[in-house]
T-cell receptor, first 114, second 115 residues
């Protein structure tokens, strides 16, 4: 099945710093790619997604570009805020069908200091 | 819509006891997933249902774990007997079956502590 590897945290940054969280994947074909975010005490929620190569997903100032040549989907934000402190998960379908659930990276804990 | 609803939010039980976790998916969704989250192993898919039918339970760790979905609006995950290593946060998620680009909606999770 498909798999994903993301950088481990915690990542600690100051407010307004530039953020990159690396994610690489191994997959059959070209599945959709996702970033989910988990705020303290809550479940995961979709942050952004990209459904095909070279697509850029974006939401709340975050962006990620589907790079098939490097099998990567790195998450970026130009200026982080304290409210961005959370755990971020890169994900893709377990297999090509997509209806069988997502496989997630281990998660990257992001801490933004004022 | 209220989203995916899980109960209880927290459960503390003694080793050997039976534990039942409950989930109500979003109305109209036809896929339901149970995940377990621990610090050591991250998020693991335990089992998923499609149209109330269990499709793949290969992620269920042992025979002590079982899951049911008697109808489209309710699912349970049962652990019997429970052990301390089962302590984790258990998430239920639901989605509309798609072509691999479908968003999964997560509940707030049940934090299980087995002492």
């Amino acid at each position: 099945g498909n798999s994903v590897t993301q950088m481990e945290g915690p990542v600690t940054l100051s407010e307004e710093a530039f953020l990159t969280i690396n994610c690489t994947y191994t997959a059959t074909g070209y599945p959709s790619l996702f970033w989910y975010v988990q705020y303290p005490g809550e479940g995961l929620q979709l942050l952004l997604k990209a459904t095909k190569a070279d697509d850029k997903g974006s939401n709340k100032g975050f962006e990620a570009t589907y790079r098939k040549e490097t099998t990567s989907f790195h998450l970026e934000k130009g200026s982080v805020q304290v409210s961005d402190s959370a755990v971020y998960f890169c994900a893709l379908p377990y297999s090509g069908g997509g209806a069988d659930g997502l496989t997630f990276g281990k998660g990257t804990h992001l801490i933004i200091q004022p | 819509d209220a989203g995916v609803i899980q109960s209880p939010r927290h459960e503390v039980t003694e080793m050997g006891q039976e534990v039942t976790l409950r989930c109500k998916p979003i109305s109209g969704h036809n896929s339901l997933f149970w995940y377990r989250q621990t610090m050591m192993r991250g998020l693991e898919l335990l089992i998923y249902f499609n149209n109330n039918v269990p499709i793949d339970d290969s992620g269920m760790p042992e025979d002590r774990f079982s899951a049911k979905m008697p109808n489209a609006s309710f699912s349970t995950l049962k652990i019997q007997p429970s052990e301390p290593r089962d302590s984790a946060v258990y998430f239920c998620a639901s989605s509309l079956e798609g072509q691999g680009d479908t968003e999964a909606f997560f509940g707030q999770g049940t934090r299980l502590t087995v002492v």
